[in-house]
């Protein structure tokens, strides 16, 4: 029988899973975390065109988490401390999600007039996958295009000076 999975559509149940499914921390007998919500999980995958029922998308993740997933995740370095939905993201590939109900992160770049520590923050940078400085500065963005939305007028010039525009 044919299966009417496309690898776009396992890609949006993936990321459906990232930012729906409320992702249990992984354990040995689920090592990408177990989905906890999927009654938002189906929603969301709606949502994007796809009609499909809870079992047939528990049944594909179940494939992918065991199959595909498991063996990139092998391949895969994952920083300490990263959430089970972060992990997840870095292993299909996809930009780590940043949620605009989040509170916005501290940050952790030094004063640009401390030397020494924008020589180590550079280091710590080099030290970074390619893929954990892809994903990095797909988070930096996103947070850059929020910052914009939300700045109140006048604002604009203070940006403009200090990208150099």
Known sequence: MKSIWTAEMAQSLIQS???QGNLTEPTEGFPLGKVGDWKAV???MSAKGHELTMNSLQAQWSRDARERLSRAKSSTTIPDGTSA???LA????LPIPTPRSSPPAQSTLPPPDDTTAMENFRSEMKALTK???VDLLATLTTSVDILCEV????EEELVALLLGD
Do not use: L, N, P, W
């Open 90 to 93: 870095i292993i299909a590939g």
């Open 42 to 44: 189906t929603e969301d």
């Open 131 to 133: 893929q954990s400085r």
């Open 17 to 19: 899973i990232v930012m």
């Open 85 to 87: 939905s972060d992990a």
């Open 151 to 154: 700045m109140e007028e006048g």
